[in-house]
């Protein structure tokens, strides 16, 4: 509960609706269990929509932490001077993407070799 309500709010920092919607819910859920807590009890809906809710909040983080990081390498790469490349097209990529999704698609991969 501690770790979702802290990171719904470093969302709620970024993204103030996103970041909003699931600190209501998770008081929703909280004001709603004062009785009986029904956390980890399956057979009950609450339990679907906190779990969904988790997962939901992990990755609008994980995106915008993506993005944050394609930035910042996009930056770079705009300080650095150009060299030219003697890649054939075959050989640079398998798909034709943007150079925002390439750094996008880059910074996943960082972030996924990080953990």
Request: hydrophobic residues 45%; positive net charge.
């Amino acid at each position: 509960i501690i770790s979702f309500l802290r990171q719904s709010l470093k969302l709620y920092a970024v993204d103030r609706p996103q970041g909003a919607l699931y600190l209501v819910i998770i008081f929703q859920q909280l004001i709603g269990n004062l009785s009986e807590s029904m956390w980890f009890n399956i057979r009950v809906l609450q339990f679907v929509i906190i779990t969904l809710a988790t997962m939901c909040v992990t990755r609008a983080l994980q995106l915008y932490e993506a993005a944050r990081i394609a930035a910042i390498s996009a930056a770079q790469t705009v300080n650095t001077p150009q060299v030219e490349s003697t890649a054939t097209p075959q050989s640079s990529s398998k798909f034709n993407l943007s150079s925002r999704q390439q750094n996008l698609r880059s910074a996943f991969d960082r972030l996924r070799n990080d953990k």
